[in-house]
């Protein structure tokens, strides 16, 4: 049902551009004096009355401006933009209508005039890029028909493509590059069997060229990274479908962009997203262990990396942390999708991470992969349909933005005072001696094992000391927020009957109670 509904739901999300074009006022020639032409250029400002936004520090009571994220501050010997590596993703935050399956698009955003024109496409990238500036983010994602409208012929569409992604490298200017780029291969309908895994012949020539484009749009842009995610790469039944057969097409697919990514001399690094269904019934990218044992069988490690969602990490019955934890320890961490799911909601609801626990663990796993890039953080999320006003838009980043901020100083914190590797070191120290280096070098038989179960007897087993762990994360969420507010150190603080626990701390309740610890 949960799958019915989001299959609907996305594809209404996605064309009611075309769709719903009609239903939507034209805002634009009735509010704008005319200054959104056909011609797709805008003189003034789309977001009047937004400033840059800054870092004002945690007691600032200002919507728009960071909290916690400080760009130039540095971190274990980086600055907080280079461990972030933030990223707007433009299908989200200016494709987005609000659409659900049961409603109408809820946003009329005043540069919109509702078409589905190049020229519309221009003002759009306008606007993105003078967003993407105020918020002082580097770095954007897109798909190649979130940009530019499809046309009649591949040749028409690559031309509408060129012509869009021309202004786009313009406007970027030299600090501005996308994470990554990706080609939209799941709602044309043309894409309902799949992509690459597609039954059809045609339909898999036609997504490997448009593949290639997108992959040269994205080299031209200087993009650093290029996404597939497989929609549509799955099945609804096996009673139609010869899995090993469609994953065959995908590996020979995969192996094509490959060649076609060092033929063009691309630099960047391949990356495959993994999500358990939606909108098929079964993705065969499925999470972050599967699209591993898919890349090894194939001998495509070392070519690709993955790109972890967290909300699709959920979907499959894994925290976020979890699949950020797999592709890590298998070497193939290379960008988060940071966003989160609804713990009521079973579908891919896309929202802005806000939950500083989780953030805390995947900037944990981050600090331990020694960064992410060349991949980085995109915002693969959306404004809630009941937000309307252009400054959510803001808003919303800004929250996200803050949250992983929050993320990487409390790991930075936990990692630095060695709490956490202190415990875990622990828990293993068993291992330390002559019989565990055996075992480790693949040198204790069950001969060897079994004698010695003899000789012990019953093993003494100890704590795992999880609600330790919690407690100290618990603390370190308290010992920033003094130490940064206060500017004083954390000892002058308690000196001052400041450390208290939580339920007495009403800093820890203010600005601590988000955590989920
Ligand atoms: C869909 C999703 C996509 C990919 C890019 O769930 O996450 O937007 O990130 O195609
Ligand atoms: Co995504």
Redesign the pocket.
């Known amino acids: 049902m949960a799958g019915k509904i989001l299959l609907i739901f996305l594809c209404m999300n996605v064309i009611s551009f075309s769709v719903n074009a009609s239903l939507r006022p034209h805002s634009c020639a009735a509010e704008s004096g005319g200054k959104c032409s056909e011609s797709g250029e805008w003189k003034g400002e789309f977001f009047p009355g937004i400033p840059k936004i800054k870092y004002e520090g945690p007691d600032s009571q200002n919507p728009l401006a960071y909290r916690w994220y400080n760009a130039e501050e540095v971190i274990f010997g980086r600055k907080m933009k280079d461990w972030l590596r933030f990223s707007v993703a433009f ?1 989200h935050t200016f494709r987005g209508t609000g659409v659900d399956p049961f409603g109408a698009p809820t946003k009329y955003w005043p540069w919109e005039d509702g078409t589905n024109s190049v020229a519309m496409a221009k003002r759009r990238m306008r606007a993105n890029f003078e967003f993407i500036n105020k918020l002082g983010i580097d770095r954007w994602c897109f ?1 190649d028909r979130d940009i530019a409208p499809e046309g009649k012929t591949i040749q028409e569409t690559n031309s509408n493509l060129d012509e869009v992604v021309k202004l786009a490298k313009e406007l970027q200017g030299d600090n501005i590059r996308p994470l990554w780029g ?1 080609a ?1 291969l799941f709602m044309h309908p043309r894409y309902m069997h799949g992509g690459c895994t597609s039954s059809e012949l045609g339909v898999y020539v036609y997504a490997a060229a448009q593949v290639k484009k997108a992959m040269e749009v994205t080299h031209y842009l200087g993009g650093e990274n290029y ?1 597939f ?1 497989g ?1 549509r790469e799955g099945y609804q039944t096996l009673l139609n479908t010869d899995m090993e057969y469609e994953l065959d097409h995908m590996a020979r697919f995969l192996e094509a962009a490959v060649a076609y990514k060092k033929k063009i001399g691309f630099k960047g690094t391949l990356l495959i ?1 993994p ?1 358990p269904q939606e909108p098929t019934k079964h993705q065969y990218d499925w999470d972050a262990a599967t699209t591993t044992n898919f890349l090894r069988r194939h001998g495509l490690i070392g070519e690709f990396k993955l790109n972890i ?1 967290c909300n ?1 990490a959920t979907l499959s019955g894994h925290s976020c942390h979890h699949d950020v934890e797999t592709a890590r320890i298998n070497g193939l961490l290379g960008n988060i ?1 940071a966003n989160s799911g609804d713990a009521q909601t079973g579908w ?1 609801t896309d929202q802005f991470l806000t939950d500083i626990g989780e953030a805390t663990m995947i900037m944990i796993s981050v600090i331990k992969n020694g960064g992410l890039e060349p991949g980085g953080l995109n915002f ?1 999320a959306k404004l809630r349909r009941e937000s309307t006003d252009v400054e959510d838009m803001f808003i919303a980043h800004i929250v996200g933005m803050d949250t992983l901020a929050r993320g990487l100083r409390n790991a930075a914190k936990l990692i630095e005072d060695g709490s956490l590797n202190e415990l875990t070191h622990k828990r293993y120290e068993s291992f330390e001696n002559e019989l565990g280096a055996l075992i480790e070098a693949g040198k204790a038989s069950f001969e060897m094992l079994e004698k010695k179960a003899i000789e012990w007897g019953e093993p003494k087993v100890a704590s795992a000391k999880q609600s330790l762990l919690h407690t100290r994360i618990l603390q370190t969420n308290i010992l920033q927020y003094l130490a940064l507010s206060d500017i004083r150190s954390v000892e002058a603080a308690a000196k001052e009957g400041k450390l208290r626990s939580t339920e007495n701390c009403k800093h820890c309740l203010l600005h601590g109670n988000n955590s989920n610890f």
């Open positions: 299908w798909h990706t939209q996404v995610w929609g997203e999500k969602e699709h999708d891919d693969d």
